[in-house]
């Protein structure tokens, strides 16, 4: 069936140090592609999304792009920092049949220390 | 524009009991959908409800069923608690699924214990 393979964590990175966490999908069609991040005890929130093929999607400086040739979809970001820490979840979103569902990834849990 | 509601936020039941969860989406949203969260399994995935209409369900036994009411407010009920029901459970609701948003909006989880 369709799947996301999440880089395992956890992550622990020092303050300004580069992020990257990996997540690659199965092809089946061409999903809609998401990360999705939840901090500590709260829901998850949407953080950056890609629609097709070489879109990069960008937010808080964090970014990702759609890699068809490589069915990937790996988080990255320059410079983190403290309020970074959080779970970050990569979610392919499938269709078919009649519906529309997210598939996510078991999570990648990255502390920031100053 | 308040997020999304989940209620109880903790409750702890034994074994064989049953329990409900509430959900109350966005304003304007229609469709709510509900995830499993354990450390174990990660997040998966329940059913999703869409104008009071099941449009897809997870792999999920038959002890695990769910409703959605006209003012798109959701309940799951799970019958029956088995120790492995222990979980945060995850209310998203969106605007109008299947249209290639794919955007959900979280609410903090009902976390569910059971002894």
């Known amino acids: 069936g369709d799947s996301v393979t999440q880089m395992e964590g956890p992550v622990t990175l020092s303050e300004e140090a580069f992020l990257t966490i990996n997540c690659t999908y199965t092809a089946t069609g061409y999903p809609s592609l998401f990360w999705y991040v939840q901090y500590p005890g709260e829901g998850l929130q949407l953080l950056l999304k890609?629609?097709?093929?070489?879109d990069k999607g960008s937010n808080k400086g964090f970014e990702a792009t759609y890699r068809k040739e490589t069915t990937s979809f790996h988080l990255e970001k320059g410079s983190v920092q403290v309020s970074d820490s959080a779970v970050y979840f990569c979610?392919?979103?499938?269709?078919?049949?009649?519906?529309?569902?997210?598939?996510f990834g078991k999570g990648t849990k990255l502390s920031v220390i100053p | 524009k308040a997020g999304v509601t989940q209620t109880p936020r903790y409750l702890i039941k034994t074994r064989g009991q049953q329990v409900t969860l509430s959900c109350s989406p966005i304003s304007g949203h229609r469709s709510v959908s509900w995830y499993q969260q354990t450390p174990g399994q990660g997040l998966q995935f329940l059913f999703e409800?869409?104008?009071?209409?099941q449009r897809n369900k997870g792999n999920f036994p038959g002890r695990f069923s769910g409703r959605q009411f006209s003012n798109s407010r959701s309940e799951m009920n799970v019958s029956t608690l088995e120790l492995g029901d222990s979980a945060l459970y995850l209310c998203?609701?969106?605007?109008?699924w299947g249209y290639g948003t794919g955007e959900l909006f979280f609410g903090e989880g009902s976390r569910l214990t059971v002894l």
């Open positions: 890609a629609t097709k093929a070489d």
């Open positions: 998203a609701s969106s605007l109008a």
């Open positions: 409800y869409f104008s009071e209409t």
């Open positions: 979610a392919p979103a499938y269709s078919g049949a009649g519906s529309y569902q997210l598939t």
